[in-house]
């Protein structure tokens, strides 16, 4: 990255951009391709290989594939639900919170039922994108003819109908974005979300608060996000895995935006601080870490406190630098934006830890 692309005219931050997608490695998608011919035992044991070659994005992306080869082959087994394991525990914002989705109680009762879901999201996993979502455009016409004749069924076919609907707009919505057509994307994960609750209304808010974010509608992404990671908490989803991504994509912007509404009435309403506001779902987002604990987590919070000491930070930018250039330089940029919350005169070492690691990440001298 360039002074130009980090920096604006009067050298401030610019926001941090929307979370990029994460296209399959080349070396992933010969290995699928190679399965999309008819190979599969030689695709698995390939890709095996690469999942099991250390914690990088690569291996991310080829757990996620062969979660899709076993889903395809097999349903949601022990197997698959092994390697969405695996990809939960990454640090991709876009697989982990999909896997989370798909290890989840709420996900595996609904996906039987007159539509079956499993063949397209395998297709989709396993990098057939046009055929995942033609699947998924066409099982949701069929959901609404179904539904438009719902007096021919009784309460239990119904509501099998119902939730099917709302997890096909859910995964269509995600395949979408994935397509590059998040215009698209917006009005079936709007619907999603205001028919479901817990985890899936959570996740449909978190795609959702992407799109917005592309849209420029700042104001509703924030709101979007907030209640993705509302939503998210434990306590009404079920499951921890979701949260800490939802808390980081919500920090990430507040910290890009802090003129939003939803961080000046914090600010009014609690007497507080900008970067107590901001600081607060990093917090939160390490509060939950049994599931997956994503290291922008990690350097959002370890900035903030009064002590000098930036050993988890140092740690997790290890981790991102080993996962994939992608998520460091997403790292750097978030360093960038949260320097102005976190930058005390007043205290010398902090101030010459927060200089020493400026150095050492390349920044630019901001105003």
């Known amino acids: ?21 994460s296209p399959i490695p080349d070396e992933v998608e010969r290995e699928l391709a190679a399965y999309r011919a008819g190979d599969v035992a030689q695709a698995q044991t390939s890709l095996s290989t690469i999942a099991g070659s250390g914690r990088t994005a690569v291996s991310g992306h080829a757990a996620m594939a062969l979660a899709g080869i076993e889903l395809a082959e097999n349903g949601l087994s022990a197997t698959c639900k092994k390697w969405l394991e695996q990809v939960v525990t990454g640090e991709d914002p876009w697989l982990g919170p999909l896997a989370v989705v798909m290890l989840s109680a709420d996900f595996e009762k609904h996906i039987a039922g007159p539509e079956p879901l499993l063949s397209n999201l395998a297709s989709q996993l396993t ?16 959901l609404e003819e179904a539904w438009e004749h719902e007096s ?14 709302d997890i096909t707009k859910l995964l269509l919505g995600n395949v979408l974005i994935q397509t590059g057509d998040s215009a698209a994307a917006r009005k079936p994960l709007s619907s999603a979300r205001s028919h479901c609750d817990g985890l899936l209304a959570a996740y449909a808010s978190y795609l959702e608060g992407h799109v917005l974010h592309e849209q420029g509608e700042n104001e509703r992404a924030s709101r979007a996000l907030f209640y993705a990671a509302d939503e998210a908490h434990p306590s009404r989803s079920g499951t921890e895995g979701l949260l800490p991504w939802a808390l980081i994509r919500y920090g990430e912007f507040l910290a890009s935006n802090p003129w939003l509404d939803i961080v000046v009435d914090q600010v009014e309403e609690n007497h507080t601080s900008e970067g107590s506001v901001i600081r607060f779902p990093f917090e939160s987002a390490l509060s939950f870490k049994k599931v997956s604990r994503p290291a922008l987590a990690d350097i959002g919070l370890h900035l903030f406190p009064a002590s000098a000491d930036f050993e988890p930070v140092h740690a997790a930018l290890e981790r991102l630098k080993a996962w994939s250039d992608e998520r460091y330089e997403r790292a750097r940029r978030l360093i960038l934006v949260l320097h102005q919350y976190v930058d005390d005169w007043r205290n010398e070492e902090k101030t010459q830890k927060l200089a020493e690691l400026w150095k050492e990440l390349d920044l630019p001298h901001l105003r």
């Open 1 to 21: 990255m360039t002074e130009q692309s980090l920096l604006d005219s009067h050298r401030l931050p610019l926001p941090l951009p929307p979370d990029p997608l």
């Open 152 to 165: 021919e069924y009784d309460d239990d076919a119904i509501s099998a109908i119902l939730n099917q609907r």
């Open 127 to 142: 990098g057939d994108l046009t055929a995942a979502r033609k699947g998924f455009e066409q099982a949701l016409i069929h």
